[in-house]
């Protein structure tokens, strides 16, 4: 009768029953472990009185008590003979072995007596707690004993030793080559556990070392099945990148027939996938919109998101459809064996427990199965949403890009997307838009009926979700816009008479949506469709919500001269609106006032007149509004409009006088062509984690290369003895950069000759770049360098003259210097006190004016004048910090006038300023005593440009706090009354600030971040070469410093893309002209939202004339910002 | 590469932490999870399994009033960081027979030892439970006792199980099992939408065969269905042979030892649902009756258990009335309606009304409330799948087979 109450003696009873059941076990250590006192236990003689006391300790661990005071005790206690104290010390062991490294070491020995027990569990567990302890000076031991456990009889040891690998990797940066060989030795293991587990270390060893790969290819494929789930997951992973890297793309496969044009057509003809684009008008531009989407797609997937814009000037999305054609060498047949092998062998495990595999196997077959077969992924995954619930979000995110790029896939399965009343408000959202996706003729009728039923629902903001859905359905299916118009002017006219509830938000949500859907639908072909917008008219004495308002009156003046009923309707309308003008808000006086205009400006003769009437009396209320910036447009209104009466203008707009052309065109002006909603342009390779938070998390790794990996090798199934050749032959493929491409270094280098001219204008008053200044100087006294302060005040001054004479005297000098350079490496104590020489301080002055020519920030675009009307807007990151606070980010705009016309009140503002709840998660994030700035706006706005001439180029300076250092921020930028949404991308480059230190300080605070503080990545870097040519061009017959100049492009690579101070540039002692191995770039910075360094330096390998090796290694406490900075620097040195 | 493991309780204390590689994760990410939770509603229901933390990447699931929490800084498959911690949570259930708060913090020492076994430098280890048992015993009256009397107990195995070795990890080698015995679990659950024109949108079965098996040595089992085709969807567990389902749709496996599930499937585009739920809203001037009928539609020829139903009011109810001629109603804080019916009586059809008093200014209810249907039937298996026979290779010949089905509510739902 009472379930609340039987429920409380329910839960009384099993409390009750749980005390009982309580007795025996650890419940009571957990509840008070510290309740006697653990040390004397620690040294007990009684196996059982030590275990209690470790027991204690965990329990401390567990409630987050720092007890490694305990640790020479405990350490003791690994060599007991029983496993359970042996365990529970372990356990002790790695929570603390990294706080207590002298301590740590006392243990070494036990472990390695274990090594050699008889018992496989003690070897394996000796091997596991010994390689988790994660000290430098442990880890030659560790991979000691790797080798030997390798050769292990019990493959459980052999496995153990395998994850070790991963475990000791960072400590060992120099031993690469051992462990690869290990991996090798692992991969080509008889027990499947230790294959499996070998796929994890070959993929943190070794990833890009896919030759390794292919002597096991195939038997990897065939055991894929048999594999333990976890292994399958990493190894379907390895294997797709190894395909990839031999064979490239399929030719049959999605990707592929996207890039090949002339094939489109026919091929996705004939498969019948694509019956539903050929029926209708509108869909036929969905052809090359979704054609884009998934050549982009793939483009994404091998490139990774931001080298993919570097490379194509990502603006707007406007990119030029030639680009997609990659001209990857002949792409592999499905007929190819290995691929084949692949495919089938993941095929049984799209039936797998393990929602991973099954997500990996079916990104195998998304990528690289052919067209028709790719349905076979279809059902495995639908099936994951019923069958394991707690991945419903990741697999319905990867499920919405399949279901965009390929929406023929999911169509018959819409049942598998409505929404249960049980799911959160994000996977609803997720279901709506795949629904909105993959709606066919044949489906629409249910899908509608559908979405009928959810604008019922409780969840307001949902509901507004489903109206825009509604909205994108009939932009996709011409077939059902009446429907879908009649569904939404409904709502629109319904909700406006219940909105005076409380709920009110919600409500006007719904109904701004609605007519926003209504907007879109009607877009496409006004004329048909001028009833809705007259009965959208008609609403507006009912629809009290101002933003509903302000866009009715919007599409009122768009379309008053379409059809046969508006020209009727318009004077009535129009005489409503002024009645009501001076009642309204600021949004809606504005567009009342742009109808009006537009209205005379479209009316014909016979109406004329009461137009004008009707224009004069809105303008007479407008001119004295409380708003200042009604007034001006009613001014300006007035101004264009007064010269003539109402029949000049008509002449006039037919003569093309000036004032009725101006006045058409900003009120009639061409709309850029607007496309289906914005969809993100990011994609990330299938089941990732980046492709789920949408940002390239750190370690995110795009496909290889297509047939980037040579045949070098005799054929997949080698003999056993090519393994070291293999080896060899594989790491000099590595080396020397398996990747084939030379495009975006040579666009990035041209990217940087063009601004040069631009940095010449802008004032790089930039500490970092001034510092380069004594870097030669200093070289003098030894290879390493330390700027000091005073150098710095001193080029600032005397910059602009020295200027000047650059280009009149380099040459000699900077013979001059090499020599210099050369006697200093030869003879190491030359040195002088350098500022007291000013021939030196002239030589130095060179260098810095060299630099600061190519110290160039990168120009990004904001706003594309074609999007923007003729406003341009391009911004450059500035290496000066806020003077208002750390957390935000100085920013120059380039304002720049492309068109004819006069713009005016050009404002840049936040695109958000109503903060949602990302923003409010971000104000969690935050420490609170760190947030200095309000949380109100983002952005720092700029004084606004009252005019800007045809031609005029105007800089601002911009403050910026962006909410994550890699997320876009949307900005809003104003002008002629209009606004534009744009999105400002940050660059992490310039999340730092430079500080300034000297070499040893330098060395001894990175020697305080190891370890997991620090992380390396090599890539190859190639711009010196073109500076070398430039230099060898100039002056032919004298020899140049070529190291020099490596170290000093370099050097201007890294200042003109990140904000950070030269600390100083070891030169290589080597007598070779030409060899730069040992090169060394040392640069400091610190974040500045949380003033913690960030050490980066750079290493260069290789001769001066080819393309250098360069390991760039980033030590810093915030791990991620580390990594995400790291990724940045590889891709611009790249 | 999951960094780090929290157990959390239901009011936001960490019970356990477990570091799992040298990057060691401040348990102070688990005050920000908390305060995100907090920030969405507080529902821990219904927070995202993936979010971007400042710091970290965090995987969570919740269970049973705990929430799983592993953090990472690397890019990894999301979905692998989820089935792991659903995985633990299935080992602690099994373990500690269920889960909850008190359960976890008594045998810590166990969770612990699991963790270790199951994780090794952040990638999943040993995660198959029959291993599990051998290398880790769980807690038992008998050990329990033992520890009592005698005063120590260890439940870590001194030898390494064999299983670790076999090409069938999942299986014991050297069983001996005195019950001969295998019994067969068709276990399904219903789903359905009712539109709110009354209109069966969708209806299908999500199944899952559940077998229990205590066979000594290595016995070959195969399962065959005398309807095979109309199974939509499958998953397996990794027992089960490829070959013979492809070829000829019989699953062919080597069983662990004791219950596991070993195959998961759907069907789908059924036509009959047992019960029926009309649900009728009229609304006017403030106020709005409810009337709900419940009632037997198909007769799946066993008797329908434990039927209940349950919805959530609208925000803008300002107060509730309603009774039942049958069963019993509970209307909690939150506005959530629950009417458990038991079985439907023979004389009457069970109805529910009341009046339902709507905020003030508002004159109708402009948003309905779903109704969330639950019951049970033993005996059938809805969807109609049959089992045809079950064949034991290399068995001796006393033996014991059971079949059974039960057919539950899913996702039954239907719309006002």
Redesign the interface.
Known sequence: MFPQFGAATADSLSRASTLVFRIGTDAHLYDDPDDVNIAPLLDSRFDSEKCEALKRLLALIAQGVDVCNFFPQVVKNVASQSLEVKKLAYLYLLQYAEKRPNEALLSINCFQKDLSDLNPLVRAWALRSMAGIHLHVVAPLVLAAIRKCARDPSSYVRKCAVNALSKILDLLPEENTDLEELVNIFMSDHSLGVVGASAVAFKTVCLKNLSLISKHFRRLCESLPDIEEWGQITLIEILLRYVIARHGLVRESIMFTSNATESFHSTWGSTGLFHTFDNHNSSIENVPHDFKENSLMFKNYIEGWEECLLQHGFTNGNVGEDQYHLNYVAPASIENDDVRILLQCTLPLLWSQNSAVVLAAVGVHWIMAPNEKVQRIVKPILFLLRSFPDSKYVVLCNIQVFAKVLPSLFAPYYEDFFVHSSEIYQIRALKLEILSAIVTDASSQFILDEFQDYIKDQDRRFVADTVAAIGICAQRLPSVVDVCLEGLLGLASQESSTSNASQKDGEACILVQAIMSIKSIIKHSPARHEKVIARLARNLDVIKEPAARALIIWIVGEYCSIGQIMPNIIPNVLKFLAWSFSSEILETKHQILNTAIKVVLSARNEDMLVFEKILNYILQLAKYDIDYDIRDRARMAEKLLSPCNAEDISRKLQNGGTAGEILENIFRGNKHPSRLPDHDFRFYLPGSLSHVVLHAAPGYDPLPKPCSLHDNLPNGIADEDATSGSLDSGSSIDESGSYNDSDPSVTSSVESDGNELASDSHDPNNPSSSSITNIDEDRKENSRCHPSESSFVYDQSSRSAAENLTTSISSDLADLMSRTALESWLDEHSGLPSATKPSESSSIRISVNDLSCTVSPKLHTLLDPTNGNGLKVEYSFLAEASKHSPFLVCIELLLSNCSNELLTAITVEDGEPNKSAASSMQALEKPESLSTTDEGSTIIPIEEITRLEPGQTIKRTLQVQFQHHLLPLKVAVFCNGRRYTAKLWPDIGYFIRPISMNGNSFVEKESELKGMFECTKRCSFEGHIEDLKHEEQKQSSLGTDKILLVSRSLASKVLSHANVFLVSIDMPVSFSDDDASGLRLRFSSEISRISKPCLISIVAEGKCSEPLNISVKVNCEETVFGLNLLNRFVAFLH | ?LQCIFLLSDSGE????K?M????VD?SICG?FW??VI?QGGDST?????I??????IFQ?FREGITFLAC?????????G?????RVADVLTGYLGGLNE??I?????IV??LL?EMM??G???T?VPNILRE?IAP?NIV???L??VT??S???????PDA??S?V?WRKSDLKSSSNEVYVDLIEEL?A?L???G?L??CEV?GEVHVNSHLPGFPDLTLSFANPSIL???????CVR?RP??GEQILSFVPPDGEF?LA?Y?V?KLKNIPIYVKPQLTSSSGHCRVNVLVGIRNDPGKVIENIRVQF?L???VESVDVSSNHG?V?VLADKTC?W?IGRIPKDKSPSLSGNLVL?L????L?????F?VGFKIVGVALSGLQINKLEIKNMPARLYKGFRAITKAG?Y?V?S
Request: with cysteine; aromatic share 10%.
């Open positions: 590469m960490v019970m356990l932490e570091q590689t040298g990057h060691r348990r920000w305060d995100y920030s219904k927070i995202l399994p993936v971007a933390s400042p710091t970290h990447y699931i990472t800084q690397v890019e990894m498959p999301p979905l692998m989820i089935e792991f911690l659903c008190d359960l913090k008594d045998n810590f020492i612990y030892e270790d090794d430098n990638f999943p280890l995660t290398m807690p050990s329990k006792v520890s009592v005063g120590k260890s439940n870590v195995s001194n030898i390494l670790t070795a090409p990890p789903d939408i539109s709110r024109e209109v949108v969708k999500y939509n969807d499958v998953r397996f567990h990794p490829f389902w492809e599930k998961s759907r789908k959530q609208p925000s803008c019993t509970n629950f458990s905020e200014g508002l004159d109708r402009p948003v309905f409330p779903v969330r996702e739902e719309r």
